[in-house]
Structure formats: C-alpha cells, structure tokens
C-alpha cells in the first residue's frame, strides 16, 4: 500500500481547512478534500477531539461520508470513533480511476476531524476544481442541524445532521459550484441565541469569519483565512434568526441589529470586493427581515440582494429542535437558486 498525505499535492481542499504537522484538519461543515484514485483499495487514518467518556456524548459524535464520481448519495455514512483510527473508504474488484469526495457532515460545533493519511493500492491526484465558487455563512440552519430528524420534538442527534442535504449545499450543487460553508449553531451577527433578555455577544459572527476554522484552535493556533485562495462567485448570508431571540420585537434592540448587520455586510463586502451578495433569511421566522433589507438598501450596493425565504410549513414536517427539514431546506434551494440565476445569469 502506498501512503499518502491530505497535501495539495494529492488531494483538493474542500470548504476552510488547516494544514498541520502533516495532516489536513477540518471542522466546518462539509468540509473536506476531494481526488482522483486509481486502484480497488483506499482507506484513511482519521482523528476526532471527540470522546466518548460519558454516554450523552454520542449525540455529539462527528460523521462523514464518502462519495464517487459526484453521485448524489454517499457511498459511506460513518461516525468517527473517538482518538485515531483506519477506516476504510473505498474497494472495488475492478482497477478503475474513481473520483473520491470526503466530507465531513457535522458541524464544527462539536467536534474537530484530521486526516492523518491516506492509503491507496495505486496513485491520488488532486481532482479538478469546478467552474464556479459559492461561500454560505449561516448558524444551525445552514450546518443542517436536525434535517434527517422526524419530529420537532426529537432530542439533537450530529446521526441526523447533513450538511451535504441543506439548501447551501443543494444550491451550489445545482450551479456546479465548489462551496464553503462557514456556519455555527446558535450564532448571530448582533447576539447569538440567549434563552434570557440579556444579549449573548461572546460568540458572534463577525467575530470568526475572518478565521480559517475556529474550530481548529486547540490543535494550532488560530490562523486567518486567506480570502484571496477562494473567490466567490456568490455568497449567501443566512443570519438573523438567533438574533431575533434577543431583539424580541423591541425596536431599539432591533436598531442595534441593522446597525451590526449593516457592518458585518460591509466588512464582507470589503474582504469579497466582486462577489454577488444575496442576504437570506425567512426558514425560522423572518422577523429581522426588515432590517435585514434596510441595511441592503443602505449599502448602495448593485451586488448585494435581500431575499425573504419561506418559512417551514407544519405540512411538510419539521426537524429536531424546531428546525427546517430535508424538504423544507429543498423548497429554500429553489427560491434561491431562482434568486441566484436571475442576479448572475447562470
């Protein structure tokens, strides 16, 4: 078996990761690196921080999946056990050159992942990007948060969380986009979800976007992220609905909203200087939504768009913890895909 590093020399990037002491880290939501393989026979040695020295914590445990020659559905779907263990990610009885995507489909939120390395009976090769780039900056929503989940009533389970399904990834798939997903579960622009009427400011967007992966820091340092290694085409801003836990209708609290929403707009715009904007919000409640186009119309900016997306429908079912379903997510891809195709022509 030949042995191999996650480097860019053998494989492509996937989404924001870290590069360190050998071995490729990752814990954004679909992140991960993609190659071409020739052979019957690959597997990896992969590393999660997760543990397992309590029962509860296996509904924290990180997934991933493995899919070939961009099939919709993976080939595996397996959680990573705890410390640094080999798994297997392919075989096939025929020698054939394959097209290999591992993703990581939980949320940066609970776990960090490294591939340590991977070995193969024949070559990798890093594959080919694609033709478009797309970055979605969200919370829990856009992590896929409970979307595999049968009821609202379900406790949070990463088993049912799939990044790979949710309207970002739905989205750039359909546009043939390579895509970054930077989200986090409760997270906010102005104040994160807080279950009092005191606002939660410790850990909000504007302060991590910047990062290469926060959820790296332990491991190395924090690193920033390079904005001039992965231009987007689009980015999709999906925020505002754990705002809206603190804002609570008060309209003072609401002005103080539109002022840091306006802000972390700009300030994407600036580190994005050609990139469309579209500035979503809506599957959770809209209620920020207003502020949401004020802030739109107060940058003067041709690029940046606001779009209400619909709510979740009692008919079609919800997630675990209130959250949008498989098929709620699929209606939010299309209204923005059609958004999406009418701002650039694709």
């Given at each position: ?63 991933a999946a493995v899919f070939v020659n961009g ?276």
């Open positions: 078996m030949n042995k191999f590093y996650a480097d860019d020399k053998h494989v492509r990037a996937l989404g924001r990761t870290i590069v360190h002491n050998s071995a490729r880290y990752l814990s954004w939501s679909c992140s991960g690196v993609e190659f071409v393989f020739k052979g019957t026979s690959l597997s990896a040695e992969l590393w999660t921080d997760w543990t397992f020295d309590e029962p509860w914590k296996e509904i924290f445990q990180p997934w099939e919709p559905e993976p080939r595996k779907r397996f959680p990573v056990k705890e410390g640094t263990n080999s798994y297997v990610l392919y075989e096939s009885d025929t020698d054939e050159e394959v097209v290999i995507r591992f993703a990581k489909l939980s949320e940066a939120a609970f776990s960090k992942m490294g591939i340590v390395s991977i070995s193969a009976d024949g070559e990798i090769r890093p594959a080919e990007p694609k033709p478009r780039r797309m970055e979605f900056i969200g919370d829990s929503i856009t992590c896929g948060f409970g979307i595999e989940s049968k009821s609202a009533e379900d406790g949070f389970r990463t088993a049912e969380e799939n990044s790979d399904i949710t309207y970002a990834a739905l989205t750039a798939k359909t546009f043939g986009a390579d895509f970054n997903l930077i989200s986090w579960s409760t997270i906010g622009v102005w104040s994160s979800d807080t279950k009092d009427d005191t606002r939660n400011g410790g850990w909000i967007m504007p302060m991590i976007y910047d990062a290469a992966d926060v959820g790296i820091e332990g491991v190395t340092d924090r690193t920033s992220w390079d904005f001039g290694s992965f231009v987007p085409d689009v980015i999709v801003v999906n925020l505002g609905t754990n705002d809206a836990s603190y804002t609570k209708g008060i309209s003072e609290r609401q002005e103080e909203f539109f002022s840091a929403y306006r802000d972390f707009i700009a300030d994407v715009r600036k580190k994005n200087p050609n990139s469309y904007i579209v500035c979503a919000l809506g599957m959770m409640g809209a209620e920020l939504f207003p502020a949401i186009e004020k802030a739109v119309s107060d940058l003067s900016d041709g690029k940046i768009f606001a779009l209400e997306l619909d709510g979740q429908l009692e008919a079609d079912g919800t997630g675990s913890g209130g959250h949008p379903n498989a098929v709620t997510h699929k209606k939010a891809a299309e209204k923005l895909i059609g958004k999406i195709s009418e701002i650039t022509g694709w």
